[in-house]
């Protein structure tokens, strides 16, 4: 209570009088103690959307809209997205912000193994990557098509001659990339269907971890274009797989609460920028 009264700058006795008033609107107390803090209880942590979402159109309706001075805008945005695109999208992000926007900071989460509505929670601000929410208001905003790539150390057997899905399912063991532990992907499938097979050894949750596997090891693994650079300085050679594999359709996910909001407006600018190669 005394730190929730400080950081909203009131007294103890008018911060307890507001908490008073909160549970009289909800019917419900709202804060319960836990040990010598205080923590929200299952009804407050159901509604935290929905407040969020009348603070953020709150905010939206008093300001200054397009004449925003974005130098003087003080927040804090949070990106949730693979490793894959924070990595190469950080500094330059970063290079912007401080530019632009020197009040804005931004942190990047990694993608969580459990599904949840991050963006209708107010945990997230934006998602990066290949959207599959099913939240029917969340806008998403398609940006471009990509393709996965193969990868190898360099001097790996199977880079020498020509590359066939015969040569690439019977090369050695491959290393997967998946969030949750998965084993098989649409690679597995286009093999399937030419009735081959791949022997994976494991997975890993993220792909700039696959790349130092790879680099000291002799096994096989999948990048997206995007990681490419990052593939490259580790000395490792990327490759066209042999196989008809489904595009990965990149995009740009956020709650429509934020829309009339400049800043937000300039982080999605910024980040569709840097992602298609339009902004430095």
Sequence with gaps: MQGAARRLHLSEPAMSRTLGRIRKALGDPALVRAGRGMVPTPHALAVRAEVSAVVERARALFAPGRDTDLRTVSRTFTIIGHDAIAAPLGAPLFARAAEEAPGIRVRFL?????????????????????????????????????????????????????????????????????RRGKLRGPVDDALAGLGLERRVVGSVGTFPASLFVLRDSDLIGLISSWSVPLATALGLVTFEVPLDLPPLPLGLAWHPRHDADPAHAWLRRCVRELLLGDGS
């Design 110 to 178: 990694a993608e969580s193994h459990v599904d949840a509505p991050f963006l209708r929670q107010g945990t997230a601000d934006l998602e990066i990557g290949v959207i599959d929410t099913s939240a029917p208001e969340v806008h998403v905003e398609h940006l471009q098509d990509d393709l996965m790539r193969g990868v190898a150390r360099a001097g790996h057997p199977l880079l020498e001659g020509a590359l066939t899905p015969e040569r690439f399912a019977t090369a050695g063991g491959h290393l997967t990339v998946s």
